[in-house]
């Protein structure tokens, strides 16, 4: 038995670093969580049509993984050193965006696996930036987002940005990129509106 075991724990320990890029994983990992105020409570009811389905964005490659970026000038992509996501990126913003839209609207929000419940408002997107840009000193997130009505009788896009200042460490970026992020969301919770 102790021979099975021990094949079995190195292939799952390989697996697991597989996940996180293939290198140590750090200390702690990064995530986002909302800044804005949580309500009393979150009971909500809605019409048809009226409730909202936030899908997780789409990304370029370099946000597809648990590595936060961080661009060398134009053409050029690295990693911050000791700095890794608890999960993707456009995930863990799709989660932030959908309880900072609960939390400061009105409005019925459901998960992707939901929707069929109401078709309502969608919301989708592309997260094209989410990292650090050595050239200016500041964490970038940049969002495109697209609101369509059931039925696709109205479409709107709009482009959300924010930034925030770090040095290009560990222990600055993460706060920095967690302080963007939530600006976008507010900007896309009032753009939802309700």
Do not use: H
């Amino acid at each position: 038995m102790r021979a099975v075991r021990l094949p079995l724990l190195l292939v799952l320990g390989a697996g697991l670093a597989g996940c996180f890029g293939g290198s140590k994983v750090p200390a702690t990992l990064l995530t986002l969580t909302p800044t804005a105020a949580a309500p009393a409570e979150l009971v909500r009811a809605a019409a048809a049509g009226e409730a909202v389905t936030i899908e997780v964005p789409t990304t370029p490659q370099e946000l597809n993984q648990v590595r936060v970026p961080a661009l060398e000038g134009p053409t050029a992509v690295t990693y911050i050193k000791d700095l890794q996501w608890v999960d993707r990126p456009a995930r863990m913003f799709q989660q932030l965006l959908t309880e900072t839209v609960k939390r400061t609207t009105r409005r019925v929000v459901l998960d992707p696996k939901q929707s069929a419940l109401d078709p309502g408002l969608r919301v989708t997107g592309t997260l094209q930036r989410m990292g650090y840009d050595a050239t200016t000193g500041q964490v970038v997130v940049v969002y495109d987002a697209a609101l369509s009505t059931a039925g696709g009788a109205r479409v709107e896009t709009r482009r959300f940005e924010a930034s925030a200042p770090a040095a290009g460490t560990a222990e600055t970026v993460g706060p920095a990129l967690n302080q963007a992020a939530n600006q976008v969301a507010l900007q896309v919770a009032s753009w939802v509106g309700g």
